[in-house]
């Protein structure tokens, strides 16, 4: 809901530039004179009084009446717009590894080192910016998988949701197949035209309740597309450790991934498979997929809107008033 300001009749406007051209003749025709008289040279340098200097606000205030008049006829209005998303959109199920890997201090980011989630965390903030009308939804898992958020157009929850995950929170071990399963059913909550997973991993499935392929072949017969990202790099990579005796430390570990697996539950759901091994491939990745998946949203708007030129009219027939009270008493003209 957005507030807002208008004119109803904005070509009433127009109007406003005829005043200075009025304003223009109306000096032009006093500076003429009406009669010839003597000159005035010896009393110009005398102070003027009060009244004398106030008779040139008499003026202002008679087109001051006019262009509040001017607005009023424009007809002023503030109002409150509603837009309405009509469509169904793309629901989109992100599943995110925290596992002790994504622990691994392989990705730069303007010349800093970061572990891989804190990669993700940037990337994916990017890659919900620019959905539209897509419900997203947020399923993590590590040791188990678990629903962080269901699925909601809410991006600014969905956003502040993903900065607060953590390594380790769903245990270390890594349950592709689990995460898969999750995600199916969070899925299943919302009837969409197109569902899609978008699963990251840096490791192996050894841990949960379901195969990874078994649950690919449930996904691809309810005709859900499964995306796979494999992140991270190859061999081995350096984790930050604080050890009780030499203190924090880095050590080097083999890290590895099982593409075989990820490879074929894209194959099967009819999806991809990505490996990122830095910063700017993860990007490309992200922004590969969001054109793949776009979806023509079309928006409803309601407006309603409350007139405000009433609250113009009394103050313009105010001054009105005032100026033809001044212009035939105290600042009688006489030609």
Known sequence: MNAMFRFASPYFLLLLT????TVGYRHRRMQRPVMASSGTDAVKDLPKSIVIRL??????????ALIVMIAALARPQWGTRQMEVDASGINIVLAVDLSGSMAALDFKHEGQIINRLQAVKQVVQDFIAHRNGDRI????FGSQAYTQLPLTRDYTTIATMLERLKIGSAGRATAIGDALGIALKRLADIESRSNIIILLTDGFSNSGEFEPLATAAIARDQGVKVYTIGVGSRGRAPFQVNDPIFGQRY????????????????????????RAEDLEGLKKIYATID?????????????????????????????????MVLQNTRFLRVP
């Not at 005829?18 to 051209?21: N, T």
């Not at 405000?308 to 009219?313: A, F, T, V």
């Open 137 to 140: 939804g947020l399923v993590v």
């Open 55 to 64: 008779a040139a606000v008499v003026p202002a205030i008679f087109y001051g």
């Open 251 to 274: 050590i080097y570990q083999r890290v590895d991934m099982d593409e075989e697996t990820l490879q074929a539950i894209a194959d099967k759901t009819g999806g991809l498979y990505f």
């Open 291 to 323: 054109h793949l998946e776009k979806t023509t949203v079309k928006m409803k708007t309601f407006a309603e809107y409350n007139d405000l030129y009433p609250y113009l009219l009394l103050p313009a027939f105010g001054l009105l008033a005032l100026w």
């Open 18 to 21: 005829l005043i200075p051209v």
